[in-house]
């Protein structure tokens, strides 16, 4: 699920690890579908680390994150934002403040904001449908990332969707089929930011990239790099876990 | 506001009683803890021209975490005040329990005893209909919303709930006119937040208004007159809020209607929006911006004028907040509060620098500027200086 932040990186960068019996039959669709079919988990529950560089300027933010079918709650433990909850249910995003106990809904103009001041919005996190629900994929050719061959392929967001960003350049593993790289562009073609798994491990028999750095390309020396330290893949997740009455 | 004391209630000796009898008995207590101490340097600078610049104040926060017995939440956290000037300058230092309850979750229904912050924040600066009046989001530290509590919340499906809310003033009494009373109920509805609520406030200043008139009488400070103020406001109101999206914009608003025994009713009117807008897809400026009208016609004209200012004929208090956001970058915000009173015309400006340093030391400067010509509200005079800054260090552990 990509509703949260982990799904997010997930959602844009996992592949199935599948390996392709036949390479160079594959079309831009079978590449896509084989990673939204790898993308979209029915539940989860990760421990993750948000490290949000600038220079030599570093915050660290821990979450816990609970995902499941459309809903996502993430928990910050880190000690300025200990407490501080966000629960998406459909189109509604609510944020529990942990000192005065208030529950209060985002209006909806927020979701495109850095979310806890990261390099990844609200919208990141909430844009849960399938990659090729919202994108036009075509092949446009083969190259390598850290030495490891990718299809790279190009996504042009369809007319339909509301998308955080018009176009999307990935480069994925072809044997692992996992996305290494994504450069996220705007509708003017102007590069927006870059995304990079330089940590990809085989986890319950899929390839996951543990550790995702996005740098935002309209601002310099600053990026964020979140890192799984956990993950579980179909945990027992209490019942109303996505509820106001959970956040509270 | 209503002063609490720094001491255990009746309610909270009886908690600590409770946690004694419980810890030691527990096989396992991974108990964490954690808050933020702050220092602060403040001044102001008066009409003539006085300036006061020896304003030092210091704080712990501290919180325990501590994990729950089955399904019971233990919550404690403290706060105090002048820690530093204690072991140094031999200030007293003083001690406050912001949070000091027992959560038990039982089927349909949560029930939380103790000490507890009640805050019916729905989004916006100022609420006048929120469980504590003054507890607004301007002000977020205000310890009027920790009270000695009571609370029974029934979530009705994932976003509707129903909150009933008993609290004691005046100290731990059962006697039905000394304890506060609240219901809310919240509804998500379509993508909207709606909230119903209700609150009759403790009869613990009765004879206030004898007192107030008395003390107007003879002269009294301002300061004095308005801390017998909640005697006389209307003893109960019913309030209702909203908030959702138009298009880009989120929409929010309230009416509040307050009465009571033997005075007038009134109502408010709040109406806010917020908006933020895309500099460079990333950089985000935020806005917010509500307007509160509050008809004060339970106030004897001679109050409106000595205590807000008002013709004595004008019984509505009209206001306009605001405030903008602007990320410098990723550690730093610069930002800018202002309220100005529509009926006068008068002032203050608070811009404000926020920045993380590193070593994840919170630095916070802002100033506060009061403008408005002799007479009106928030003129610089008697009661308010002329500019006000402070610069605070603060660190979260």
């Given at each position: 699920m990509k509703k949260h932040l982990f799904f997010l990186v997930v959602s844009a960068l996992v592949i199935s690890?599948?390996?392709?019996?036949?390479l160079g039959a594959l079309t831009a669709e079978e590449i896509i579908k084989r990673r939204d079919d790898n993308e979209h988990f029915d539940t989860a529950q990760v421990e993750a680390e948000m490290i949000i560089i600038n220079r030599n300027r570093r915050i660290i933010k821990t979450m816990t994150t609970y995902a499941q079918g459309d809903n996502g709650l993430v928990i910050f433990s880190n000690p300025?934002?200990?407490g501080t909850k966000f629960l998406k249910r459909g189109d509604d995003l609510w944020m529990f403040f942990p000192d005065a106990e208030d529950l209060v809904k985002i209006s909806?103009?927020?979701?495109?904001?850095?979310?806890?001041?990261?390099?990844?919005?609200y919208q990141d996190v909430m844009e849960s449908d399938k990659l090729t629900d919202l994108y036009r994929f075509e092949l446009i050719g083969e190259e390598e990332v850290e030495g490891r061959p990718c299809y790279v392929l190009e996504g042009i967001a369809r007319e339909e969707k509301k998308v955080s960003y018009y176009r999307r350049k990935s480069w994925i593993?072809?044997?692992?089929?996992?996305?290494?790289k994504e450069e996220l562009y705007a509708r003017s073609g102007r590069l927006l930011k870059v995304m990079y798994a330089p940590k990809v491990q085989k986890i319950e028999g899929r390839w996951y990239p543990m550790t995702v750095v996005m740098e935002d390309?309209?601002?310099?020396n600053t990026r964020t790099e979140f890192i799984v330290k956990a993950i579980e893949f179909d945990p027992q997740i209490p019942a109303g876990a996505f509820t106001l009455e959970n956040l509270k | 506001m209503q002063k609490r004391s720094n001491r255990f209630t009746p309610v909270g000796i009886m908690l600590s009683l409770c946690l004694s009898a419980v810890m030691p008995v527990t096989p396992v207590w991974a108990v964490e803890a954690g808050g933020e101490i702050e220092v602060s340097f403040s001044g102001a600078l008066a009409e003539d021209g006085d300036f006061t610049d020896d304003q030092f104040a210091d704080s712990l926060d501290l919180e325990f975490f501590l994990p729950p017995l089955g399904e019971t939440e233990i919550s404690y956290a403290f706060r105090i005040g002048h820690p530093l000037q204690g072991l140094t300058a031999g200030k007293e230092a003083s001690y406050f329990t912001k949070k000091l309850y027992l959560r038990r979750k039982f089927d349909r229904f949560h029930l939380t005893v103790g000490r507890q912050p009640v805050s019916w924040s729905?989004?916006?600066?100022?609420?006048?209909?929120?469980?504590?009046?003054?507890?607004?989001a301007l002000d977020?530290?205000?310890?009027?919303?920790y009270t000695d509590a009571v609370e029974v919340y029934t979530p009705l499906n994932w976003n509707s709930s129903l909150s009933l809310v008993t609290s004691f003033p005046a100290g731990f009494d059962l006697e039905a006119e000394k304890m506060k009373w609240g219901v809310r109920g919240r509804f998500g509805v379509k993508g909207y937040d709606l909230t119903v609520n209700y609150v009759r406030e403790a009869a613990?200043?009765?004879g206030a208004a004898a007192e107030l008139t008395g003390l107007r009488e003879a002269g009294g400070a301002v300061g004095d007159v308005a801390a017998l103020l909640p005697g006389i406001l209307p003893r109960q109101r019913a309030g209702f809020a909203f908030k959702g999206d138009l298009g880009e914009i989120g929409f929010y608003g309230a009416y509040g209607h307050y009465f009571g025994d033997g005075v007038e009713s009134s109502n408010s009117y709040l109406l806010g929006a917020d908006y933020s807008y895309n500099l460079n897809y990333n950089t985000k400026i935020t806005m917010q911006l509500e307007y509160i009208g509050v008809e004060l016609?339970?106030?004897e004209p001679a109050y409106r004028t000595a205590l807000?200012?008002?013709?004595?004929d004008d019984d509505r208090l009209d206001l306009l907040a605001g405030a903008f956001s602007y990320p410098v970058d990723d550690f730093s915000t610069v930002s800018l509060i202002t309220l100005v009173?529509?009926?006068?015309?008068s002032l203050f400006l608070t811009p404000e620098y926020q920045t993380t340093l590193p070593g994840n030391l919170d630095l916070t400067v802002n100033t506060t500027v009061f403008l408005g010509g002799?007479?009106?509200?928030?003129?610089?005079?008697d009661q308010l200086p002329q500019v006000t800054f402070c610069v605070t260090l603060s660190y979260p552990f």
């Open positions: 690890n599948c390996a392709a019996l036949a300025r934002d200990r909806g103009h927020m979701l495109n904001q850095g979310i806890m001041g990261s390099d990844f919005s593993d072809k044997e692992r089929f996992v996305g290494l390309k309209l601002r310099k | 729905f989004g916006s600066l100022l609420n006048p209909v929120d469980y504590t009046l003054g507890a607004v977020e530290e205000n310890n009027s919303k613990v200043l009765a016609n339970f106030l807000l200012k008002l013709e004595s009173n529509l009926d006068d015309g002799g007479g009106t509200l928030l003129a610089p005079g």
